[in-house]
């Protein structure tokens, strides 16, 4: 059974950087479209940034562009999140997610839709921005 596990999640004043990181175990994530999905109390789960190895888009949401940077090493089975010039308003919990993509599938569609079940849940990553 495969699954995702985050790291580098924790509280960093407003400004500051992080890096979140996503391992995929148990299977192979050369073939997955990948993203970054948070969850602030009291809000629905929002997609941050994907990438898809279909047609080799990326996606950001609009609190994320000019911050943060998706990246993947599918040697390593790992997708990056590095957050930089990190607001408050980015307090939350980060979850990363992969769907098996074997046709074009985009990173904005794994981002923003709902019409279909994604292939795998990490269990997320706290994220604090606070001074």
């Known amino acids: 059974q495969g699954q995702l596990v985050e790291s580098g999640g924790g509280l960093v004043q407003p400004g500051g950087s992080l890096r979140l990181s996503c391992h995929a175990s148990g299977f192979t994530m050369t073939y997955y479209t990948v993203g970054w999905f948070r969850q602030a109390p009291g809000k629905e789960r929002e997609g941050v940034s994907c990438t898809s190895p279909n047609d080799g888009s990326t996606y950001y949401a609009d609190s994320a562009k000019g911050r943060f940077t998706i990246s993947r090493d599918d040697a390593e089975n790992t997708v990056y999140l590095q957050m930089n010039s990190l607001k408050t308003e980015d307090t939350a919990v980060y979850y990363c997610?992969?769907?098996?993509?074997?046709?074009?599938?985009?990173?904005?569609?794994?981002?923003?839709?709902?019409?279909?079940?994604?292939?795998?849940w990490g269990k997320g990553a706290p994220v604090t921005v606070s001074s």
């Open positions: 997610a992969a769907f098996l993509s074997l046709m074009s599938f985009s990173a904005a569609r794994l981002c923003t839709s709902h019409d279909f079940k994604m292939d795998y």
